[in-house]
């Protein structure tokens, strides 16, 4: 029987190792990535309850700091961001398609203050909700 000698013992062994790590790494990948459409996922379903971060990004096995890098590069926005935008979003929607008043409509979106809400639907939108609930957007009924 002949035995490799071990200089070409030892390349085999390197390029296993490196092709480990690669498999290993895109399935990291792969994992964080399925994570993080599920978190989308649960802020969907979720999005008018109160939301503490560090919780979150246990539940779905991310590093508070992974899931704020991770949305931020997939979203562009932070994670408290994109959850306003996802809550005014609906907000826009309700007050288009719904009787509720202004302050319901914060309410039910996961706006504790109507205020607040009312500041920043108009900074998002550049129509007050008052605004959009009279059609003066110009969005057709």
């Keep these: 029987m002949i035995y490799p000698r071990p200089p070409v013992a030892r390349s085999y062994l390197c390029n296993y190792c490196s092709c480990w790590r690669k498999s290993s790494l895109q399935e990291n990948l792969e994992n964080s990535a399925s994570r993080l ?17 560090d919780a979150v990004a246990d539940q779905f096995s991310l590093s508070l700091r992974t899931l704020h890098r991770q949305l931020k590069q997939q979203t562009g926005l932070t994670p408290q961001r994109y959850l306003n935008r996802l809550r005014l979003m609906k ?8 009787e ?4 319901d409509i914060a309410y039910r ?28 957007d110009g969005f057709l009924q």
């Design 109 to 136: 979106c996961g706006f504790s203050d109507s205020n607040h809400f009312s500041t920043l639907f108009r900074r998002e939108f550049n129509w007050s909700p008052r605004d959009i609930r009279q059609g003066r």
């Design 37 to 53: 459409n599920l978190l989308l996922a649960w802020l969907e379903d979720h999005f008018a309850d109160e939301v503490n971060w």
């Design 100 to 103: 509720a008043s202004v302050t």
């Design 91 to 98: 907000a826009r929607h309700l007050l288009r398609h719904s």
